[in-house]
């Protein structure tokens, strides 16, 4: 008598292998979702960061000036020309920030004031008036710091 001998392989089906990669796929797209938006908080936390420096720089500026705050009808700090470099000069910044994103698009703007609409500026410095200016930056998200889009600091 011959005895048979039966292997039976055991292994995954094709629907617990199409459930496994249906959930890998789902784990990388929210992983994605909350790495861009982590990102993107981040860039707004550097932007409110170096918005807060600006304001100190024209604060200590305006303490050793005997004009004022430096005159503007709107500009990108920079560090090479205008206020930037002004500010580098009188010693009060040691680097000129700069948007994460986008460190050179001046935006289209109206008395002082970024026209609405604009998703990509710098740190924009507009001063008229001797004892006021104005810095407007851009935020990509909501939060504490302020409403998503264009934010100005005003002094007064």
């Given at each position: 008598m011959k005895h048979k001998l039966t292997v039976k392989i055991k292994g995954f089906?094709?629907?617990?292998?199409?459930?496994?990669?249906?959930?890998?796929?789902?784990?990388?797209?929210v992983s994605a979702?909350?790495?861009?938006?982590?990102?993107?908080?981040?860039?707004?936390a550097t932007r409110v960061a170096n918005n807060a420096t600006i304001t100190r720089a024209l604060a200590m500026y305006l303490k050793d000036s005997r004009t004022g705050y430096p005159p503007s009808t709107g500009e990108?700090?920079?560090?090479?020309?205008?206020v930037g470099s002004d500010l580098l000069g009188a010693g009060v910044l040691l680097v000129v920030p700069v948007d994460p994103l986008w460190?050179?698009?001046?935006?289209?703007?109206?008395?002082?004031?970024?026209n609405a609409g604009q998703t990509d500026f710098c740190y924009f410095y507009y001063?008229?008036?001797?004892?006021?200016?104005?810095?407007?930056f851009f935020l990509e998200s909501s939060s504490k710091a302020g409403p998503a889009g264009i934010n100005t600091t005003a002094l007064p």
């Open positions: 089906s094709l629907t617990v292998l199409l459930a496994i990669l249906s959930i890998i796929g789902l784990i990388a797209v979702v909350v790495f861009n938006s982590v990102r993107m908080n981040t860039r707004d990108c700090l920079k560090s090479s020309s205008g460190s050179t698009a001046a935006p289209t703007q109206t008395g002082g004031a970024p001063s008229k008036v001797s004892d006021q200016y104005k810095i407007s």
